[in-house]
């Protein structure tokens, strides 16, 4: 699948923190709905991902549940605020879309690895530039863009991602209905017959 963070994950300043999953970590393969973490929990790993795909979704003071993200093979999974911020719980649930092979590492001891030279330090700091660009160029999407554009973007960083999750999912991970996606697919089908 292509990568859909923005290719965050391949910087080369990052590449001391895969191999340090790679090689301090746990393989571990988790089912399809599966947790990794749950919102209001506490979070006690990161992983980086091997195989497979993981949802973010956050429960808002209604019992709504709301797609906040998604991670991909090549990426990192986990909830970032727990790993910043120690004794809070996770502000999201992390659930396995797909049957997923990971390597993990307790949150502690990547926090120590920041701390092991210059290199994990500014992997650090790039891991965290990197996780802010994504959420920042959101944001201004969101505010910036029609829904038929967040959707054009959306399928043009993983063209595929529409044979993994339902109309439902996509709906919520762009803040509309599921009939503005029929629409919008609609829309889009006609300008490519004509």
Same mark, same amino acid.
């Given at each position: 699948?292509?990568?859909?963070?923005?290719?965050?994950?391949?910087? /080369?300043?990052?590449?001391?923190?895969?191999?340090?999953?790679?090689?301090?970590?746990?393989?571990?393969?988790?089912?399809?709905?599966?947790?990794?973490?749950?919102?209001?929990?506490?979070?006690?790993?990161?992983? @980086?991902?091997?195989?497979?795909?993981? &949802?973010?979704?956050? +429960?808002? !003071?209604?019992?709504?549940?709301?797609?906040?993200?998604?991670?991909?093979?090549?990426?990192?999974?986990?909830?970032?605020?727990?790993?910043?911020?120690?004794?809070?719980?996770?502000l999201v649930t992390v659930q396995a879309v797909t049957d997923c092979k990971i390597y993990y590492v307790p949150l502690e001891e990547v926090r120590k690895f920041f701390n092991t030279n210059e290199d994990a330090q500014i992997a650090g700091r790039v891991?965290?530039?990197?996780?802010?660009?994504?959420? @920042?160029? &959101?944001?201004?999407?969101?505010?910036?863009? !029609?829904?038929?554009?967040? @959707?054009?973007?959306?399928?043009? &960083?993983? /063209?595929?991602?529409?044979?993994?999750?339902?109309?439902?999912?996509?709906?919520?991970?762009?803040?509309?209905? /599921?009939?503005? +996606?029929?629409?919008? &697919?609609?829309? +889009? !089908?006609?300008?490519? +017959?004509?």
């Open positions: 699948m292509k990568n859909f963070n923005q290719k965050f994950a391949e910087h /080369p300043e990052l590449s001391v923190f895969k191999e340090f999953f790679l090689s301090h970590g746990k393989s571990k393969e988790i089912k399809k709905k599966e947790y990794l973490v749950e919102q209001s929990s506490v979070a006690k790993y990161v992983a @980086y991902v091997v195989e497979g795909f993981f &949802r973010y979704t956050r +429960i808002d !003071n209604r019992g709504n549940e709301h797609i906040v993200g998604y991670v991909f093979k090549g990426e990192y999974v986990g909830d970032y605020a727990s790993l910043i911020k120690k004794d809070i719980t996770s891991l965290a530039e990197e996780l802010f660009m994504v959420a @920042y160029t &959101r944001l201004l999407d969101f505010y910036c863009k !029609n829904t038929e554009e967040l @959707y054009m973007d959306l399928t043009e &960083r993983c /063209p595929d991602f529409q044979n993994y999750i339902t109309l439902k999912e996509m709906a919520s991970f762009l803040q509309v209905t /599921p009939e503005t +996606i029929s629409h919008i &697919r609609n829309s +889009i !089908n006609k300008k490519h +017959i004509c």
